[in-house]
């Protein structure tokens, strides 16, 4: 069964920092894409940011560029998102999301963890 | 970037009536299209992708049709479980992955 585990998230002051990570189990880590999609309070889905599955690539939200930096610890199973310079309007439920073993296909996200929550305030 | 809108907003629907959601592209994403289900308190769940291609455990009073820019998920028979909000999201430009702002299907 695949199961995926957020943790990490808290309140943080603006500017502040934080890492999120992703336990994953129940498949191959190293064979898929691994996504972060966020959701604020009310509103729709984000796409935040990717990784291949050697890490070889990364892609980023315009939104996040050069804030935010996903990595991935294959021995451990584990994503990361380190979240850098934060501001109120990152303030949001982060899931972590396995796509699918394709090139088009790591884009469909079929499974996802419970999430977790970053606010972001003074 | 390719922008997905969603239509209506908000269904409300009677249990047992059939529902119908679209979905468009800004641009042509061929078939590479998914829909999920997100529940109050829940993680999205995918229900479709390729368009039409249910994904595993779906009922079958789900269904996706569409290619291009026009798509529609179809919810035959409602039943109580499938009240939420359901989202389209395309792969076939990415990065970045685009969602649609979500139609909320409600009771009636």
């Known amino acids: 069964e695949v199961q995926l585990v957020e943790s990490g998230g808290g309140l943080i002051q603006p500017g502040g920092s934080l890492r999120l990570s992703c336990a994953a189990s129940g498949f191959t880590f190293t064979n898929y894409v691994m996504s972060w999609v966020r959701q604020a309070p009310g509103k729709g889905l984000e796409w935040v940011s990717a990784i291949s599955g050697t890490s070889l690539s990364t892609y980023y939200a315009d939104s996040v560029k050069g804030r935010f930096t996903i990595s991935r610890d294959n021995s451990k199973n584990t994503l990361y998102l380190q979240m850098n310079s934060l501001r109120a309007e990152d303030t949001a439920v982060y899931y972590c999301a396995k796509g699918q073993r394709g090139i088009l296909a790591a884009g469909i996200l079929e499974y996802w963890g419970q999430g977790t929550l970053v606010s972001v305030s003074s | 970037e390719i922008v997905m809108t969603q239509s209506p907003a908000t269904l409300s629907v009677s249990p047992g009536e059939r529902a119908t959601l679209s979905c468009r592209a800004s641009?042509?994403?061929?078939?590479?299209l998914a829909w999920y289900q997100q529940k109050p308190g829940q993680a999205p769940r995918l229900l479709i992708y390729?368009?039409?291609t249910r994904a595993t455990g779906i009922p079958a009073r789900f269904s996706g049709s569409g290619s291009g820019t026009e798509f529609t998920l179809t919810i035959s028979s409602l039943q109580s479980e499938d009240f939420a909000v359901y989202y389209c999201?395309?792969?076939?430009?990415?990065?970045?992955?685009?969602f649609g702002q979500g139609t909320r299907l409600e009771i009636k």
């Open positions: 999201q395309q792969y076939n430009n990415w990065p970045p992955i685009t």
């Open positions: 390729g368009a039409s």
């Open positions: 641009q042509s994403v061929s078939s590479d």
